[in-house]
């Protein structure tokens, strides 16, 4: 089965960097060509799209983080990266790595990012 788990997420300045990485695993992994994505869910709100990658490199962005954010895949590594900048106080929120087939929708535990003013 699929296994996806995030991680680093943190305290961070506006302004700043940072970089999620989601690793997957088990016997259905990167190997059926799942579009890999990052969600996320704010304090008090639902959760919201934020970047997707085809197995060709296709990225799309929701329209909150174009040009600052960047979504790219290492399916050698089964690994999808969130490179996060010009960080603000409305990027804090529980960051979701997800994978999705025609067969599978698979989600990881999350990962806490906390931008302070």
């Known amino acids: 089965q699929v296994q996806l788990v995030e991680s680093g997420g943190g305290l961070v300045q506006a302004g700043g960097s940072l970089r999620l990485s989601c690793v997957a695993s088990g016997s259905r992994s990167f190997a059926s060509s799942p579009v890999m994505g990052w969600y996320r869910q704010p304090p008090g709100k639902q959760r919201e799209f934020v970047a997707s990658i085809t197995r060709d490199g296709s990225a799309n962005y929701s329209d909150s983080v174009k040009g600052r954010f960047t979504i790219t895949r290492d399916d050698a590594k089964n690994t999808v990266y969130l490179q996060m900048n010009s960080l603000n106080p409305d990027d804090t929120a529980v960051y979701y790595c997800?994978?999705?087939?025609?067969?599978?929708?698979?989600w990881g535990q999350g990962t806490q990012v906390t931008v302070s003013s």
């Open positions: 997800n994978a999705k087939t025609i067969f599978y929708n698979a």
